[in-house]
């Protein structure tokens, strides 16, 4: 269900159309973080002029000496035109790799280097971010170029090519080649999504890369990166009346071919399915599982159901259950988390990333890697922790201890005024009056173990989970997964303590109960042809 809704007021543009038990005492509870100063609260600017188009203006001034620019368009990859799957990513980042105004590619990148700025291109299922960051005694150099990238990209056929084939080679030798987890996470996704805005890769398919043209390029950019759809987030110290000079020049973003956006329709799970993606040379195991839910920033399970999804495996965190039991108590592997929402890691960190809100939501657990002789006991082990979520929920002294540690740890998400300014954005894609995580944080307060368990059993229900596997030896996995053989678990120079190793007779024959007409088996080259 869609809730979404505009709070923010309109700067009119000048012209246009319109886990379980105590973590092991290796691994300590975090302290309780020092908080991040207080953000200075979004200020909502509005130009009055009585025009056509407009642009969602956000302002969080600061004296900090730094200045970011975030201008998120509603668009990305659902926007894909049938055939011409890719042509937004593609679009989006010829504008930033193709050169702009007067400058190529190259001569851009000389001027941005003594600048120390930062600017890239981001693009997901429903929003495309172009970031710029820059000290402020630069900011005028750089906004040229910023500016230019936005207004006036070269897009010419030379570049074109290039990033093309750039596209091209990520879909077909990056993510099935050498990156089984995100190649594990997009196969979920066309799972998930099947016959669905959402259901290829923002890079594409292959066919459709094969088919664009550079005037599909322009036509797209028209269409969907327009003044209309666009909200501007300014943060830092920039100078007076920037903001209105920014929003002016975005105002120019305006076309006949501006296309107002089409809704998506929810995504529906059927019985539980595996898919298992044959790759002969891979050395591991990755394994997505996951299914669509209708809770979303704003519903009033999601506070509830994000407490229950960071108890059975936060990112990057031994608090999650999933991670103790998998990870730290029989070390098969490097990592095991629960998501509520569709989540990216911002950079190298463990944080999420801004700018990545979607309409339609989903669930997930990752499991990486895991050997494959490991493999099939994985899957059972984190099958048996989600259903015991579900079935039996959370303790109050369950619920207490992770509600304290996400209270200091969620406040870390705002340590950068960069993130601050995305989220904010994000509020208002999801029609949130009051920011994301301060309601989170209140909401939890209030919340009690009945309260959360019965949520969980509302969203979650392991009957429905989807599983997409990246595997060698795929056929005879299958075979092992269907027909629901014991799979030991076998430690070599490890030791265990007794309560392990009674799970692992329990686990060891836990039925999957997949039939072997649900679990298919996807040969590499197929996947997002």
Not at 32 to 59: F, G, I
Not at 325 to 334: K, L
Request: charged share 25%; proline share 7%; aromatic share 8%.
């Amino acid at each position: 269900m869609n809730r979404r809704r505009t709070v923010l007021a309109l700067v009119a543009a000048l012209s246009g159309c319109g886990g379980g038990g105590p973590l092991p005492p290796e691994y300590p509870a975090m302290p309780e973080p020092a908080a991040p100063p207080a953000p200075t609260p979004a200020v909502v600017s509005s130009v009055v002029e009585p025009l056509r188009d407009a642009v969602r203006v956000l302002e969080q001034r600061s004296a900090s000496p730094v200045v970011t620019v975030r201008v998120v368009f509603d668009a990305g990859s659902a926007d894909d035109p049938a055939g011409r799957e890719g042509v937004t990513a593609l679009g989006a980042q010829l504008m930033v790799e193709g050169g702009a105004g007067e400058r190529t590619y190259a001569q851009i990148t000389e001027q941005l280097f003594p600048m120390a700025a930062q600017l890239s291109v981001g693009v997901d299922r429903d929003q495309t971010v172009f970031l710029g960051r820059v000290h402020r005694d630069r900011l005028e150099a750089f906004y040229e170029i910023f500016r230019d990238v936005l207004l006036r990209p070269r897009m010419q056929s030379e570049d074109f090519e290039r990033l093309r084939t750039q596209a091209q080679t990520g879909l077909t030798l990056e993510l099935r080649g050498n990156d089984d987890e995100a190649l594990g996470k997009e196969t979920l996704q066309a799972m998930l999504f099947p016959a669905h805005p959402y259901g290829h890769p923002t890079l594409g398919t292959e066919q459709g890369l094969s088919r664009i043209g550079l005037d599909d390029v322009r036509a797209q950019r028209a269409r969907v990166f327009c003044a209309g759809r666009a909200t501007l987030g300014l943060a830092g110290g920039y100078p007076d009346g920037f903001a209105a000079r920014v929003a002016h020049d975005l105002g120019q973003l305006s076309s006949e071919a501006c296309a107002g956006r089409a809704s998506v329709p929810p995504a529906e799970a059927g019985d539980a399915q595996i898919w298992i993606v044959s790759k002969p040379d891979a050395s591991s195991v990755a394994v997505s599982m996951g299914m669509p839910v209708d809770v979303e920033r704003g519903d009033p399970d999601y506070p509830a159901i994000v407490l229950a999804t960071a108890w059975l495996g936060q990112h990057r965190q031994f608090v999650g259950r999933l991670m103790q039991s998998i990870r730290e108590r029989r070390g098969m592997n490097y990592g095991d988390y629960a998501y509520p929402e569709h989540f990216e890691q911002d950079g190298w960190g463990v944080f999420p990333r801004p700018n990545v809100a979607r309409r339609v939501q989903h669930f997930s657990i990752w499991l990486r890697p895991l050997r494959p002789d490991q493999a099939h006991f994985g899957i059972r082990l984190a099958l048996a922790e989600f259903r015991a979520l579900v079935e039996r929920g959370l303790t109050e002294d369950e619920l207490t201890r992770i509600r304290s540690y996400l209270e200091g740890y969620y406040a870390l998400f705002l340590q950068t005024e960069s993130r601050r300014l995305g989220f904010a954005v994000d509020d208002a894609f999801y029609g949130q009056d009051v920011p994301w995580l301060e309601a989170l944080r209140a909401s939890w307060r209030g919340l009690s173990a009945a309260d959360v368990n019965a949520a969980i059993r509302r969203h979650l229900d392991p009957s429905r989970l989807q599983m997409a596997i990246v595997a060698p030896d795929a056929e005879a996995f299958a075979e092992r997964l269907a027909s629901e053989q014991a799979s030991p678990m076998v430690y070599e120079g490890r030791s265990v303590g007794e309560d392990v190793l009674a799970q692992d007779r329990e686990v060891q024959g836990l039925r999957i109960g997949v039939p072997r007409e649900r679990i298919r088996v996807v040969p590499l080259d197929e996947l997002f042809r």
